[in-house]
């Protein structure tokens, strides 16, 4: 069975410095590994995925995340954290194989303080 | 991406009443999931449907649900009689052939009393 956890509720960050957002999964095979975020009364933003390819993969405002096979992890990262980062972010997976839903941890709430 | 839009965006509905939510996709895509979010949980799976068959559901997608895309357009999720535990945000997510990414509606908050 796919899951996900995200072990910390609440992560807190000064504005300009780098943030982690942390995701460890688990699944049979290889994985298909996504962030997404989400605003308060808004729906689901994709940021970025990992299919295939290099470890390290950037996607939209500046986040990147890098996919570690051996932790089974999946840590969001941004260099430079801003105010209007501060959300609720999900990690998610999916096997590559079989079905196609979306198992999200539990999200981890991004607060950046000026 | 474009997206999907949902509505309405916010239901109140009695408990034990039938209550439709809609979803348009903004260009013909095959592949459509509905998830819910109750106030403050994860978001959790409820169905797949995939050229107008459902190919997946979890466990909480009893018979009390049911998914169909009527006109060819529009996809729609009922639940027949609605219960206390219903109330949550529903999102709708659509996927193209080629893409592994699910891109989510902004949502359809129920609220059942």
């Known amino acids: 069975a796919q899951s996900v956890a995200q072990p910390e509720d609440q992560v807190n960050v000064a504005e300009g410095n780098p943030l982690t957002v942390k995701c460890t999964y688990s699944?049979?095979?290889?994985?298909?590994l996504f962030w997404y975020v989400q605003y308060p009364n808004r729906g689901l933003q994709f940021l970025l995925k990992y299919i295939t390819g290099d470890n390290l993969v950037k996607g939209s405002y500046g986040f990147e995340a890098e996919f570690n096979k051996s932790q089974t992890s999946f840590h969001l990262k941004k260099p430079s954290a801003l105010v209007s980062d501060s959300a609720l972010y999900f990690c998610a997976v999916r096997a590559k194989t079989g079905f196609q839903k979306l198992v999200f941890g539990t999200g981890t709430r991004l607060l950046v303080s000026p | 991406e474009p997206e999907v839009t949902q509505t309405p965006s916010h239901q109140v509905t009695q408990m034990g009443q039938e209550v439709i939510l809609r979803c348009v996709p903004i260009?013909?895509?095959?592949?459509f999931y509905w998830y819910r979010q109750i106030l403050g949980q994860k978001v959790e799976f409820l169905v797949s449907?995939?050229?107008?068959?459902?190919?997946?559901k979890s466990e909480i997608f009893d018979d009390q649900f049911s998914v169909e895309r009527p006109d060819g357009s529009n996809f729609t999720l009922k639940i027949r009689s609605t219960k206390l535990e219903d109330s949550a945000m529903y999102f709708c997510?659509?996927?193209?052939?080629?893409?592994?990414?699910?891109?989510f509606g902004p949502g359809t908050r129920l609220l059942v009393l």
């Open positions: 997510a659509r996927r193209d052939r080629v893409q592994e990414t699910q891109y």
């Open positions: 449907f995939y050229n107008n068959e459902i190919s997946e």
């Open positions: 699944v049979s095979g290889n994985p298909y």
């Open positions: 260009s013909n895509h095959l592949y």
